[in-house]
């Protein structure tokens, strides 16, 4: 089955500078690979995605790389805010169907920005 | 607003009672929810993909006895755990997707933080 590893841990920074998340994923197959920001006690929501027939995509102040031969994907959070402190999932997925994704996710990192 | 409507977000019960965790699609149908697990400081563990109208289907290590998956409409799945045990205790997370189709986003419920004494 898939694996997908996820790096750093924890990540500090500093308020305004900026916050890379790395993830390997092993099954060539999967094409879909979403972020997930995670607040303490509460549900994973979902912050971008990027499928694999594009290579980049941005959402202000986050975007999401993807390079299908290294099979990585990483997430950018620039000038980073205080609220952006949470812990973050990436995941991947591979075709499963017609109903829907089955996400394997990566462990996590939990970023924390000092004010 | 949430897509994904799950209930209770906590309870408590002692060892070797059961619980039922229900997780329902709002405004939208889902024949297919997947159920997670979460221990602290963790990753979402895949236990079960439930599908309407048929069997769920369980990630391996999973025992299907214990978790028991309905999904008996298309807005709604049910988990129950039986027979907890204190090793049970975890934050259970369900999960649907919006539009038919891989590749479309996945909504998580809000959660069930289950606590067995």
């Known amino acids: 089955g898939e694996n997908v590893e996820q790096h750093p841990s924890t990540l500090s920074v500093q308020e305004g500078d900026s916050a890379v998340i790395k993830c390997t994923y092993s099954?060539?197959?999967?094409?879909?690979f979403p972020w997930y920001k995670q607040e303490l006690g509460k549900r994973p929501q979902l912050i971008i995605d990027?499928?694999?027939?594009?290579g980049e995509k941005k959402d202000q102040r986050i975007a999401v790389t993807l390079n299908k031969t290294a099979k990585h994907f990483s997430l950018h959070i620039t000038e980073t805010q205080p609220e952006d402190s949470a812990v973050y999932f990436c995941a991947a997925s591979w075709p499963f169907g017609a109903a829907g994704n089955k996400l394997t996710f990566g462990g996590g990192t939990r970023v924390l920005v000092k004010p | 607003g949430a897509v994904v409507s799950q209930h209770p977000s906590w309870v408590i019960c002692k060892s070797g009672t059961s619980v039922k965790i229900e997780c329902r699609s709002l405004d939208f149908q889902a024949t297919t929810m997947f159920w997670y697990r979460q221990f602290p400081k963790q990753s979402l563990m895949l236990m079960a993909t439930?599908?309407?109208?048929?069997?769920?289907?369980?990630e391996q290590g999973v025992e299907k006895d214990k978790f028991l998956i309905n999904h008996a409409s298309l807005t709604l799945s049910t988990l129950t755990v039986t027979s907890a045990h204190p090793e049970d205790s975890s934050f259970y997370i369900c999960?649907?997707?919006?539009?038919?189709?891989?590749?479309?986003?996945?909504?998580f419920g809000n959660g069930t933080r289950l606590t067995v004494t």
């Open positions: 999960s649907a997707g919006r539009e038919l189709g891989y590749n479309s986003p996945l909504h």
């Open positions: 099954d060539s197959a999967s094409n879909y």
């Open positions: 990027i499928r694999s027939n594009v």
């Open positions: 439930s599908n309407e109208g048929s069997k769920a289907t369980y």
